[in-house]
Nanobody, 122 residues
Framework: QVQLVESGGGLVQAGGSLRLSCAAS????????MGWYRQAPGKQRGLVAAITSGGSTNYTDSVKGRFTISRDNAKNTVYLQMNSLKPEDTAVYYCNADIKEGSWYNYFRGYWGQGTQVTVSS
């Protein structure tokens, strides 16, 4: 059984910063891509940022230059440093990871965290 546990959300004023963390635990052989998605009320869930096991990153345009994704492979943890936050960043943020549960598996399976609320006040 694999679990992703997020932390670090909260309420912050516009221009402030937050750091999200997501730790994967359980039956894990390897993790490929890890990422952060967000979903605002009435909107679809969309990619914020992603990072491969080798450290290549990808960001949605609206957060480039403000958010930084990183990961600690030894801890199976991914982070999202969010700076210069704007009210439009308000959403539930979800962690996602592509995980191979054993060496005998021939596929990676996507797992989701439970979500953490980020609210940016103007």
């Amino acid at each position: 059984q694999v679990q992703l546990v997020e932390s670090g959300g909260g309420l912050v004023q516009a221009g402030g910063s937050l750091r999200l963390s997501c730790a994967a635990s359980g039956s894990i052989f390897s993790i490929r891509t890890m990422g952060w998605y967000r979903q605002a009320p009435g909107k679809q869930r969309g990619l914020v940022a992603a990072i491969t096991s080798g450290g290549s990153t990808n960001y949605t345009d609206s957060v480039k230059g403000r958010f930084t994704i990183s990961r600690d492979n030894a801890k199976n943890t991914v982070y999202l440093q969010m700076n210069s936050l704007k009210p439009e960043d308000t959403a539930v943020y979800y962690c996602n990871a592509d995980i191979k549960e054993g060496s005998w598996y021939n596929y990676f399976r996507g797992y989701w965290g439970q979500g953490t609320q980020v609210t940016v006040s103007s």
